[in-house]
């Protein structure tokens, strides 16, 4: 119901955490091609694990996260009512740090868009239940929203 919605936002979480500002500088050939180098008997030297295969909170996000406003801990609170209400990746695991992480982005953009005024909290509650919340579960994380969430959050800063 919600993991299309969720897995959206970890994704674009990923991304805007991991890919950082655009370089104009033009690419050169060789910075296409990286030379790995293997141990003398041929085995395969594995790479260390990306904080979203670990399911560690990504430092670039907890920081865009805290300058809008939201805290650790507001991200925790969400969490929980975002895992008791099906707003989770998986309904049988809790959610790992990047994962919580991602549900807070989506939620600081909706939270944006309503304190912007170009969204309301009926369209939003409507938009989760045509992809199956039930109205309990959108009352529940949407109440959180307006009550305890989004009004600790202020427009993202210029850049």
């Known amino acids: 119901m919600k993991i299309r919605t969720i897995a959206a936002a ?6 805007l955490s991991a890919c ?4 104009d500088a033009p690419l050169d050939d060789s910075a296409a091609v990286e030379e790995i180098d ?10 260390p694990e990306s904080e979203f ?3 560690e909170a990504v430092p ?4 865009r ?9 507001l991200v925790q609170q969400l ?5 008791v209400n099906n707003y989770g990746l998986s309904i049988e695991q809790p959610m790992t740090e990047f994962e919580k992480q991602g549900l807070a982005i989506g939620q600081m953009m909706n939270c944006q868009d309503v304190n912007a005024g170009d969204r309301t909290y009926e369209e939003l509650m409507q938009e989760d239940m045509s992809t199956g919340a039930t109205w309990e579960q959108v009352s529940e ?3 959180f929203l307006e009550e305890s969430f989004c009004p600790h959050v202020l427009p993202e800063p210029a850049q």
């Open 38 to 47: 293997t141990p003398e008997d041929g085995t395969l030297i594995e790479e």
């Open 79 to 83: 969490a929980e009512v975002g895992q």
């Open 10 to 15: 970890v994704i674009l979480a990923a991304c």
């Open 60 to 63: 670039e996000t907890t920081e």
């Open 53 to 55: 295969e670990k399911g």
């Open 141 to 143: 994380m949407y109440g």
């Open 20 to 23: 950082g500002e655009a370089d």
């Open 65 to 73: 996260l805290r300058s809008v406003g939201i805290t650790d801990d």
